[in-house]
């Protein structure tokens, strides 16, 4: 089967297929690193993220399509409208493997449409339908609508919401219906809206064929029997999932609260879910296909005053961003949160990190009820932080203020700056870093701002090995983790899965049928790391823009076992950058390393 991309223009409703060339896959890989690719040739430097010449580019990868464990992920690459540089988002769910079905590795959408459109693609044939009775409806239900009208029964669909029609700036995409799964971070629903684009049904029926079965399927086998051998973790992730870290990370001092005053909370206990088994009942669903170890919870609110409220999580992080950050201590307050989150389509972790903020700026007297349209933003407050939470989602009053994101809220707000918890324009992800070296750098240097994914979990690791006060070091251990979640992300498959995944080496090379070796890989992750500062490189983006807020490099940490640190950040980017052979002086790549590496500048 031929490489291929779908390129569609809504401006004029043209499509058209494109070869990619094999040394583009062989180099990139596939999902991640062949997005970073099409996106810097594909989006010229300094465009209005919001405008007719951003893309919204889909890559999936060589296990999509096949029925490889833990394969059901998609990538999205596009220009952010929230921090203005480079953005990729992944979601779960039955998207990449329909897009390798229908022939394709990638699927490009630019222009903007003259009316309110959604997509169906059928293979390889696009049909351009009229949205307009679908605007103003929340993502499930607009998907459950496109599904009914489509020939195909098990397609699978995306659509943003309310939210991304209005342009909020960090609204996502929502994938697979009801279920909500989603392309969460940094705003691509906003740029979906901006090209009145409410939506996308796609399906194939390729056979995606691997290049060598034999090693396939002994690898496939291999993964369940690791599954089997791992008894305990498999067990656990099933009944918690991401959630049942929140006891061990509170007790290390990781967990951001009160907007990152501190990383500990006093009532971290009721948020836990091992703490719950008891109190509350839910429905052990997986996010995708192909899920041994399925982690999503479906649970729904039976009594209280958010009766009836229902999400499928809630995840760590939507768990951190309405909990702790905002001092509430009500499991129920946050199911309601994600709910709102999900169905008008708006990222949790940038939306409560928001309210959190403006909390922290309620307490000290920046802001007050004049400003929050009488709302009373204190921490602890779960009825203040739903009525600000739906402020937002419509952008009301000012809702609409904190609907621009954290950076931009700070710069209306006197005296905010230094507790402004984001880099780059993208709020903070969940884990504390003053005392935990790898993770304040690899915040500072993400190529998406302040990701927790992009570059590993540096944090859960460096805590448990002792290594988190540690400098020298620090970059070369960053560097190899952002180096396998490249590679993670490129596949594409779960992180969560890589504990029992094997030999990625082999995996890749049962896929490719041809001889991947690890030293292969580590240079394809460099390349892809390399590939998505160039395109920040070309927004301007140094060595000083790798920073992060004051609190964190002034502010001693006031609880846990990292009492009294603060981040040395520019030691830890020197090590950084110079595990890396970039330059130390602008913190970027220089030709020779592009040229070693065959990146065409």
Known sequence: MANQILRIDLSNRSYRVEEIPDKI????????????YLLYNSVPPRIDPLGEKNHLIFTAGPSNGTNLPYSSKTVINTKSPLTGIYLYAMSSGTIGHQ????????????????????????????EFKDATPLW???????????????????????????AGERLLRYAAIMVDGPVYRAFGRGG???????????????????????????GFEKIRKDILGRVKENKKWATSWRRYGTRGGIDLVNRLGLLPTRNWQGGTFEAAERLSFPSHEKEWTWQN????????????????????????????????????????????????????????CDENGIDTMSAGSSIGFAME??????????????????????????????????????????????RRASQEIKGSESFAMQVKGLELGGYECRGANGQALQFAINNRGGCHHGYGWVARVE???????????????????????MITDSIPCCSFGR???????????????????????????????????????????????????????????????????????EELKDDYYRALGWDLSTGNPDNSLLDKLGINK
């Open 463 to 485: 805590a448990l090995d002792g290594t988190r006060l540690q400098v020298e070091g620090k970059g070369e251990q960053v560097k190899n983790m952002a180096i396998g979640q």
């Open 285 to 340: 669903r997986a996010c995708g296909p192909l899920c041994p170890t399925p982690c999503s919870l479906y649970m729904e609110v039976e009594k209280g005053p958010y009766q009836g409220t229902h999400c499928d999580g809630p995840e760590y992080e939507t768990i951190y961003a309405f909990g702790p950050n905002c001092g509430v201590d009500k499991l129920d307050a946050i199911i309601a949160a994600d709910q709102i």
């Open 499 to 569: 504990q029992v995944f094997g030999s990625v080496d082999k995996n890749v090379s049962s896929l490719f049928g041809e001889a991947w070796s690890f030293d292969d890989l580590k240079e394809a992750g460099m390349r892809i790391m390399c590939q998505e500062r160039l395109f920040n490189m070309r927004e301007g983006i140094t060595r000083e823009d790798d920073t992060l807020p004051g609190r964190l490099l002034n502010d001693p940490k006031p609880d846990g076992p990292t009492k009294g640190e603060v981040v040395h950040l």
């Open 188 to 214: 691509s629903g906003c740029v979906m809206g901006s090209k009145k684009l409410k939506g996308l049904v796609i399906y194939g029926d390729e056979k995606i064929e691997v290049g060598d079965r034999d």
């Open 25 to 36: 896959i062989n180099q990139y890989i596939g999902g991640r690193g062949l997005g970073a």
């Open 99 to 126: 897009i390798r079905k229908a022939g394709l590795w990638a699927i490009d959408v630019a222009g903007i449409a003259d009316s309110p459109t959604y997509l169906e693609i059928n293979n390889q044939k696009v």
């Open 361 to 406: 700026c309620f307490e000290k007297g920046l802001i007050g009820t004049k400003d929050t349209d009488g709302i009373e933003l204190r921490f602890g407050d779960d009825k203040a932080m739903i009525a600000m939470l739906k402020k937002i989602v419509s952008q009301e009053g000012f809702g609409l203020l904190l609907s621009e994101g954290v």
């Open 136 to 162: 103003g409806m929340e993502p499930g239900e607009a998907q459950r609508v496109m599904l009914a009208d489509s020939s195909a029964r098990k397609a699978a669909t995306m659509a943003i919401g309310p």
